[in-house]
């Protein structure tokens, strides 16, 4: 079977078990998989696909499938109770929802399952393997144990860790969003590197473009009068995303210089310990005056958010990617990251912002006011970073997907 970017009618199904791509990213658990799901299948669906989104009913309301565009549909499979479910009680109902999505398939089959998050791998495999479906497994985070010392994601149920390593060694083919994540697959879960493959992440450079001449004339003329610059962080309100680290930096530059800090994002659904921690510490260093904790964002307004910026930053202790980088680069406004993870690729050092290897909040406070001392430099760097992600479309993401599922198809159907 041939299958290039021109032959339609490709029949993809997504499995999203635990997290709908009808949520809004930035609440519950939806995230960075919300918006590169949703983004890819829109532009396969665009392109002629066929692609269904299976996920799991998490409401009574949600009618049993949702069309998002022609050729797109979300599914909702009944598997567990009817309601939000911490992330850590997803794991029971994998094989009820494997059930569901055996019956649903054998009803209307798939061409190539893509299975998001190791959940909805697990689920998705025995079925793909009786149905004789090839399956396509992304991470998006690969957890690491309790006990280790490396950052990153503990698991926040009992057969995570093992359920990953399953998949990277029985999925067909394994997606990644950068090199870092790779590289992890391949050395920590023991993925064979030739059924690995990195497929980049896009930016819709529409919705986050830079501010329009009006916009931008505004914010010069509020620098001009001794408005404060503003610098921003955005993410789930979770200890991985390293917000206090930014919390700390901004409260060590001196009063007179110090930007204000806009936090956007709501605690996910297993706890908001870590965002009222957050506002602690803010009252503790004295720095509530200047920050401000917005919740979660609709895109439209997490776009104006970040164009209206001074500087985005990235403190996160590790990320597969870092959409929000990408994001701001497409803003043309620079970044701030940690050096960490697919972050390194995410920002080009010293051309789209600045990665900074050390944890110490001086070293980010020194990043953050060398920067906000060189308009000129910050300037370079936003058109830099607005060239780099214009670079990056959905539909070139999308169409080095569809090259992975036709090679894939080939190598099965010659099996
Ligand atoms: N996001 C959003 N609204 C919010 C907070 C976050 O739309 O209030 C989006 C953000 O723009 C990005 C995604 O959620 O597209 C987060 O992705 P990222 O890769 O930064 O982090 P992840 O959630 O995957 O850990």
Redesign the pocket.
């Known amino acids: 079977m041939t299958v290039s970017w021109e032959s339609p009618r490709l029949r993809v199904g997504f499995v999203m078990l635990h997290t709908s791509p009808l949520d809004?990213?930035?609440?519950k658990d939806?995230?960075?998989?919300?918006?590169v799901v949703r983004a890819q299948a829109e532009a396969l669906a665009r392109s002629g696909h066929t692609v269904r989104i299976f996920t799991r009913r998490a409401d009574q309301e949600s009618a049993p499938r949702v069309t998002l565009a022609p050729g797109l549909q979300v599914v909702h499979l009944d598997a567990g109770p009817a309601r939000l479910l911490a992330k850590a009680e997803h794991e029971p109902v994998m094989v009820a929802f494997g059930a569901q999505l055996a019956a649903e398939l054998e009803r209307d089959p798939v061409d190539v399952l893509h299975a998001e998050h190791w959940f909805s791998g697990i689920a998705a495999l025995p079925v793909a393997r009786q149905q004789q479906i090839p399956l396509v497994q992304s991470f998006?985070?690969i957890a690491v144990a309790e006990e280790s010392e490396q950052p990153g994601e503990r698991p926040e149920s009992p057969g995570r860790l093992a359920g990953e390593r399953r998949l990277a060694r029985e999925a067909d083919l394994l997606i990644a969003v950068s090199a870092a994540e790779r590289d992890t697959i391949i050395a920590d879960l023991g993925g064979d590197p030739e059924r690995v493959r990195v497929v980049p992440l896009g930016v819709d450079t529409e919705l986050f473009r830079p501010c329009a001449k009006r916009e931008c004339a505004e914010r010069q003329d509020w620098f001009a009068h001794g408005g404060r610059a503003e610098v921003l962080a955005?993410?789930?309100l979770h200890p991985l995303?390293g917000f206090d680290l930014a919390l700390d930096a901004v409260a060590q530059i001196p009063a007179e210089q110090r930007p204000a800090l806009r936090i956007?994002?709501?605690p996910p659904p297993d706890g908001d310990e870590y965002a009222r921690e957050l506002h602690e510490q803010a009252a503790r260093l004295g720095i509530l005056a200047t920050t401000a904790f917005e919740?979660?964002?609709?895109?439209t307004d997490?776009a104006e958010r970040i164009r209206r910026a001074t500087l985005v930053l990235?403190p996160s202790h590790t990320?597969?990617?870092?959409?929000?980088?990408l994001?701001a680069a497409a803003s043309g406004i620079p970044v701030i990251a940690r050096a960490a993870g697919g972050l390194r690729e995410a920002v080009l050092d010293e051309v789209t912002g600045l990665l900074v290897t050390e944890e110490d909040p001086a070293a980010w406070a020194a990043a953050i006011t060398e920067l906000l001392g060189d308009p000129e430099r910050m300037a370079a760097m936003g058109a830099a970073a607005r060239a780099h992600a214009l670079t990056r479309s959905w539909s070139a993401s999308a169409e080095e997907l569809l090259t992975a599922y036709a090679g894939l198809l080939g190598a099965h159907s010659a099996a």
């Open positions: 809004v990213p930035g609440t939806a995230g960075g998989m919300n918006v998006h985070s955005v993410g789930r995303k956007v994002g709501a919740g979660a964002l609709r895109r997490l990235v990320e597969t990617f870092g959409l929000v980088a994001e």
